[in-house]
């Protein structure tokens, strides 16, 4: 059985910084892309960082770049962000999510809050 467990949310003051991260089991973690997205009350998920399969490349959205990072560590089945300068607006339910060919997975999320 898959399980994709998120942790590291809370509150945190704007400026402030959290790392998330996503325990993963059930599956062959190196053949899965890992992605994390977000999505605050009222707004549609999206897509906030992804990296690929070993780790070498990743993307993100405008709204974070220079701020996230993800990371991956294939030996511990797990998945990170990294998240600096925090603002109100990226506050948010994170969610994992590991995508590989027509399988997805996602997590149940974690609540960022980020207020002052």
């Known amino acids: 059985q898959v399980h994709l467990v998120e942790s590291g949310g809370g509150l945190v003051q704007p400026g402030g910084s959290l790392r998330l991260s996503c325990a993963v089991s059930g599956l062959a973690f190196s053949n899965y892309a890992m992605n994390w997205h977000r999505q605050a009350p009222g707004k549609r998920r999206e897509l906030v960082a992804a990296i690929t399969r070993v780790g070498d490349s990743s993307i993100y959205a405008d709204s974070v770049k220079g701020r996230f990072t993800i990371s991956r560590d294939n030996t511990e089945n797990a998945v990170f962000l990294q998240m600096s300068s925090l603002r109100p607006a990226d506050a948010a339910v994170y969610f994992c999510?590991?995508?590989?060919?027509?399988?997805?997975?996602w997590g149940q999320g974690t609540q960022v809050t980020v207020s002052s």
């Open positions: 999510q590991a995508v590989h060919d027509q399988d997805n997975y």
